[in-house]
């Protein structure tokens, strides 16, 4: 073997392993500023779990909340509306027996005029014209 062989070889090997140490030192330097903002990051991504387990908690007391209180106003409108019909049928009975009683009374009085010998006015219906009609043909 030549001696230059053995001298490249040597220089090889020693850049080889200064570059191997060189890389060992890289990544252990890597790591410590790494792993700091790793543990970091997870931490926050706990505290932003716990954050939403709790908006999910009060959004879902909330909906509840709210699902009562428009059972409740909707069990209070049926009963308004269920007050309001009832009132409404009482009204439209009364209005209806007011309605019968005039008609009667009228009825009554026309009777009441007849019978003391005033004639009630005889109406006559109106001549019916004749009109003429136009046959077209095709």
Do not use: C, Y
Request: zero cysteines.
């Amino acid at each position: 073997m030549p001696e230059w062989w053995v001298w490249m070889s040597g220089i090889t090997f020693g850049l080889s392993l200064i570059l191997n140490i060189v890389l060992i030192v890289a990544v252990v330097m890597v790591l410590k500023t790494v792993l700091p903002m790793v543990n970091d990051v997870k931490a926050k991504v706990n505290d932003i779990t716990t954050k939403v387990d709790g908006i999910t908690t009060n959004v879902k007391s909330t909906v509840d909340n709210i699902h009562v209180k428009t059972t409740r106003i909707l069990g209070s409108a049926e009963e308004a509306s269920a007050e309001v019909t009832r009132k409404v049928s009482a009204a439209s009975a009364a209005i209806t027996a007011i309605f019968v009683v005039t008609r009667l009374v009228g009825a009554i009085r026309g009777m009441q005029h007849t019978d003391h010998g005033h004639a009630a006015p005889v109406r006559t219906a109106r001549p019916v014209r004749a009109s003429k009609i136009k046959v077209v043909k095709n």
